[in-house]
C-alpha cells in the first residue's frame, strides 16, 4: 500500500518526537503492508516555508536509518500546508513542499472549525499552476460534517479527497465516521491513510482496508490505497468520477452506523 499523509518526520510538527519514534512508525507501517510512506509535516507560517529543506534531510536520514535495521519501506517528501498566499508564492520560488517532490499533488489541511474564506481561491491558483489539489480528512472538518454537499462543487472541478483510515473505525467520533462513509458512497474519496503521528496510527491503513472488505469492491480498495497513490508518486493525474450528492445516502448511514 502506498500511505499519502503521516508525521512521520521526528521532531518536526505534533508528530513523532524522536528518532526511535519514527523508526517504529516505519517498522509498523511496513508489517501493515505499507510500502511507500510520505512524510508530511504540518506548514502553516511563512517561517515554516523558508525553513522546509532541511526536512528533506531528515527524510534522508531516516530512510538510512531504516535500511539499516531491514524495515522495507520507502520514504517519500511532502507537507500537509495551510493554504494561503504563502503557499502559492513557495510554490512559485520552487519550494519542494509537493508529494513527491514533483510537479503534480499538493496536500492541504484545514482547521477544524472553519473553512477559510479565500480556500477556493488557493485551490484555483494552485490548479492554474497544473497542481492537483488534495485535500487531507475532509471528514473530520465541523462545517463538511454539518453539510458534505459543500464538497460537491470541490471534487467536480478536480479537487482529490483524503480520508484518514481511523475515521472508518470512529477514532474521531461518529459524525467523522459518518461522514467519511457518506463521501464514500458518493466516489468522492481518492485515498485512504493513515495520517499517523504516532506509532499507535501507524497500522491503521491495514485495519481501514479490512473494515472497507465489507462496503466496496477490491478494486476500489487498491484504487484508495494503491493505484492513486502510485500516480501520485510518479506526478500522474488521478482518475476522478464523483457522483451527484445524495442527501438520502447520508441520513441512511446516521441511521445504520448510529443504531449499530
Known sequence: MIDIHSHVLPGVDDGSKSLEESVEICRRSALSGTRILFATPHIDTPQQFESFAPNLDLLEGLQREINKLGIEITLMSGAEIFPSQHLIGAIDAG????????????????????????????????????????????????????????????????????????SLSGRYGHDAEVTAWVLLEHNWVHFVASDAHSSRGAHSLASAVQRLKNRIPDEDIERLTVKNGECVVDGLQVPSNPLDFSPTKRKTLWSRIWNR
Open 95 to 166: 519550494v519542494p513542499i509537493t508529494l513527491a517532490n514533483r510537479s503534480g499533488h499538493v496536500l492541504l489541511g484545514l482547521p477544524m472549525s472553519s473553512i477559510p474564506l479565500d480556500f477556493e481561491h488557493v485551490a484555483f491558483e494552485l490548479q492554474a499552476r497544473g497542481l492537483s489539489v488534495i485535500l487531507a480528512h475532509p471528514e473530520r472538518l465541523i462545517p463538511i460534517q454539518q453539510d458534505p454537499s459543500i464538497l460537491h462543487n470541490w471534487v467536480t472541478k478536480g479537487m482529490l479527497l483524503q480520508v484518514n483510515a481511523g
